[in-house]
């Protein structure tokens, strides 16, 4: 069970907290409510207190004990504190620091992770402003959970749409063992050594599955355990780590933090939920194409079903346009022919700084060896053919003399 204190700002999107509270409670959290003025326009703290089993605070004059710091009390009391439906507005003000209300004083004097799902019209979240002031939230250690695409209630459509309820339970369910136990981006008091020491690289690794229906998928032969051993060594050469991995069974390496996903789109918000990182290492084997998958089984008896495909996300080349991009973008290029060729057009289709090239005519996809061809905007190093972990290591020494 953890303690979450839960913000709720002022926006359209501010009765899904509602739902938010009762999930929380359902899986046997305790939440503290606390309501801005903004969201009390929305939702009522009669029906928050009612779902939560507990006061709602909306203002500073709320906390009757304020002579004992009420609000400092009040902040330290939860495991996590959540913002949900965070606004371009209460962004702004957490971003530049201030205090001018019970949320943001509660913000500025926790000292537990924090976690925002910010909810706005799609040019408002798309404004460099909006967009400032998330890389600055992130930069200051608080994890930002990506809005949505879809028809927004102003009529728009595009990003900027509070997830469902379950989906931002998900989410937290995925990060919240890590942030509690302060692994996650909150600072880090150990002091960590090695070339990579102070940096956060951020890997991909696996396949994708991409469901048909309940039971069936869209899948690849990607073995995971060249993204795994790059995450295992990253982590030895004292780097943070965060492992964002498709479906495979693979133990996680010692000192990474593993995000399970399953299909394409899940793999590019858990990325874009990590950023920033001074490294991105996109070694999944991500599927191009996903289907409509069917809400129940498909019948034998019906015949062959015709599949629909449309594109999935290219994380790679998505990262690559990001004002938030990692200072060294590699990805990784599987060819059964004109291997360098096909690389060095991903460099430039993608924005990479570099493009690990591999063979994979042989056995590399589920086996132990791989041979690798770097393509850096520089040329094109061939390396002679090795073991995974090795390959691994060899890859990491390269990133840490770069960085230097
Ligand atoms: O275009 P191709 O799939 O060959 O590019 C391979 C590189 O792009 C790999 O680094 C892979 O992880 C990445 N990629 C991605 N998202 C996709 C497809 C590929 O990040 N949808």
């Not at 326009?41 to 004059?61: G, I, K, N, Q, R």
């Not at 902040?75 to 996590?80: K, M, N, P, T, W």
């Not at 209460?90 to 924090?114: F, H, Q, S, W, Y």
């Not at 990479?352 to 393509?375: C, F, T, Y």
Request: glycine letters at 8%; a negative charge.
């Amino acid at each position: 069970m953890s303690r979450i204190l839960l913000i709720v700002g002022g926006g359209i999107a501010a009765y899904k907290a509602a739902e938010l509270i009762r999930q929380f409670r359902k899986e046997g959290h305790e939440v503290t409510p606390v309501l801005t003025e903004g969201g009390s326009h929305f939702v009522t703290p009669m029906s928050l207190a009612a779902l939560a089993e507990s006061p709602v605070y909306t203002s500073l004059w709320d906390l009757k004990d304020e002579a004992e710091m009420g609000h400092i009390q009040l902040s330290r009391a939860a495991d996590l504190v959540v913002v949900a439906p965070a606004t371009a507005d209460l962004i702004a003000r957490m971003a530049a620091g201030e205090a001018n209300d019970l949320a943001t004083t509660l913000l500025l004097a926790t000292d537990k992770p924090v976690v925002i799902a910010p909810a706005m019209n799609v040019r408002m979240w798309q404004h460099a402003a909006t967009q400032r002031n998330i890389a600055q939230l992130k930069a200051d250690g608080i994890t930002v959970l990506e809005p949505d695409e879809g028809p927004m209630a102003c009529g728009e459509y595009g990003p900027g749409r509070l997830p469902e309820p379950a989906d931002i339970y998900q989410r937290l369910e995925k990060i919240l063992p890590e942030l509690v136990s302060g692994r996650g981006t909150t600072a880090q008091s150990d002091v960590v050594e090695g070339p990579l020491a102070g940096k956060h690289v951020l890997v991909t690794a696996g396949p994708t599955h991409e469901p048909i229906d309940p039971v069936r998928v869209i899948a690849n032969r990607s073995s995971g355990k060249q993204g795994f051993a790059i995450a295992a060594a990253a982590a030895q050469a004292g780097a943070r780590v965060t492992l964002v991995a498709g479906p495979v069974s693979l133990p996680t390496p010692g000192g990474a933090c593993r995000v399970d996903v399953e299909t394409a789109q899940q793999m590019a918000d858990a990325v874009a939920e990590a950023l920033p990182a001074d490294v991105a290492i996109l070694v999944a084997a991500v599927a191009d194409w996903r289907v409509k998958a069917a809400t129940s089984k498909l019948k034998k008896s019906d015949g062959p079903p015709l599949l629909k495909f449309a594109p999935n996300p290219d994380i790679l080349a998505m990262l690559g346009e990001r004002p938030d991009r990692p200072t060294l973008l590699i990805g990784f290029a599987a060819e059964t022919n004109d291997v360098v060729a096909n690389a060095k057009g991903k460099l430039a289709s993608k924005k990479a700084d570099w493009i690990v090239a591999n063979d994979v005519s042989g056995d590399v996809m589920g086996g132990s060896h791989n041979r690798i061809h770097l393509v850096t905007k520089d040329g094109v190093e061939d390396w002679p053919e090795a073991a995974k972990e090795d390959v691994a290591r060899h890859l990491i020494s390269r990133i840490a003399e770069e960085l230097e």
